[in-house]
């Protein structure tokens, strides 16, 4: 396992949402502290070619029902559409079902029944079989943080809410879920001392849950090993039958990670992975989206720099503009390529197909420009 390759220029985003089809990957909207986000804007779509690690901006069919500009949403891919709830803008929660076709490249509202969740935002979803399960976030219309679950069966477009037994995860949002078999486990997010309501006295759970979607039951676990520090808006996927965490903040001890955890359902156990390569910079609110044997990072805001973002602790933040690859498997010809650059060999005399390689692999893309932070 090794970070590979580190390019600028993609997409600046912060609080995206993204989904892997195929060998594509979609990012939908979020927001950039340095550019003027108008709030009913048609929301940003990017794709990024896997092969080829160039970004482009997505052309799609301009109708009726193309969502607004939003961020804290989520997005799941099935059966090729992708489906996009909740998140906001600085005006207005959402709380419409849009689906999004990647080979027509049209939005669609689907009709949907049953209860249908209040609008909110830094919740999470995952897809389980057919059926999209959401959990937590912040509401904006009871104005506190959830811990309620609801799905929606991705076939008949009917949402249910999930009664389920046990224990439920605190109030939370910014956390993250993903699937193992038939279990959504649930770690990290931010809570509040006086849960569910907001008073700023924030608490960050390290403890993984998992729900039972079959028995409707929630499990609190105590795994062994070293545990990550609670945190939020960090970034989750399953490869493996491992859960990786990367990245995040803690409000309360006011770090950035960019750490790398591994959480073992079958051994009930948490594993520190030192991963070598050039390791991302501390950063929270990125995407990460595992596509065969690779993890593409991009985007997230990281702290340091003369670019000041206004923040709820007025932070000094810059915005990320970088897609990072994660290689589970690096190849031999990679590896040569990695000890060409990092050595800063000559290579004039390599074939031509391996500096195109190394082109592909170096060459920033062009959406958009470095920050100057000399002043």
């Not at 959830?146 to 037994?165: G, I, N, P, R, Y």
């Not at 993984?208 to 939020?232: F, I, Q, S």
């Not at 959480?263 to 520190?272: L, M, Q």
């Amino acid at each position: 396992m090794k970070w590979t390759i580190h390019i600028e220029g993609g997409p600046r985003r912060v609080n995206h949402a993204a989904v892997c089809i195929d060998d594509k990957i979609y990012s939908f909207g979020g927001y950039c502290s340095t550019e003027e986000y108008k709030d009913w804007d048609p929301i940003p779509v990017h794709v990024l070619d896997t092969n080829t690690l160039r970004w482009s901006a997505v052309a799609y069919k301009d109708n009726e029902v193309k969502p607004f500009q939003r961020y804290g949403h989520t997005t799941v891919a099935y059966k090729n559409i992708v489906y996009m709830w909740g998140g906001r803008n600085n005006a207005v929660a959402c709380v419409t079902l849009s689906s999004f076709d990647v080979k027509t490249l049209e939005w669609n509202i689907p009709d949907v029944t049953g209860m249908v969740p209040y609008a909110k935002d830094g919740h999470s979803a995952c897809v389980i079989k057919n059926k999209m399960y959401i959990f937590g976030g912040f509401e904006y219309l009871s104005d506190q943080y959830s811990q309620e679950v609801h799905c929606l069966d991705l076939d008949t477009m009917v949402w249910t809410l999930v009664s389920a037994k046990g224990t439920p995860p605190s109030h939370r949002d910014f956390h993250s879920a993903v699937a193992l078999g038939e279990r959504m486990y649930v770690f990290g997010g931010r809570g509040d001392l006086n849960s569910p309501y907001d008073s700023h006295e924030e608490l960050y759970c390290p403890q993984v849950h998992y729900l039972d979607t079959v028995k409707e039951e929630w499990v609190a676990l105590t795994p062994r090993g070293t545990w990550p520090e609670g945190r939020r808006s960090h970034s989750a996927w399953v490869r493996d039958g491992y859960m990786y965490i990367f990245g995040g903040f803690n409000g309360n001890s006011k770090n950035h990670f960019n750490d790398l955890y591994r959480y073992s359902a079958k051994d009930n156990s948490w594993e520190y992975i030192e991963v070598k390569g050039l390791v991302p910079c501390k950063r929270r609110r990125q995407a990460c989206i595992l596509y065969e044997d690779k993890v593409y990072l991009f985007g997230g805001t990281s702290p340091g720099g003369r670019q000041v973002v206004s923040d709820e602790n007025q932070e000094r933040l810059i915005d990320n503009s970088d897609l990072h690859v994660l290689d589970y498997s690096p190849s031999l010809k990679t590896l040569c390529i990695l000890s060409v650059l990092e050595n800063n060999l000559d290579q004039t005399c390599l074939p031509r197909d391996i500096i195109l390689d190394i082109r592909t692999m170096t060459q920033p893309n062009r959406i958009s420009r470095t920050i100057n932070q000399a002043g």
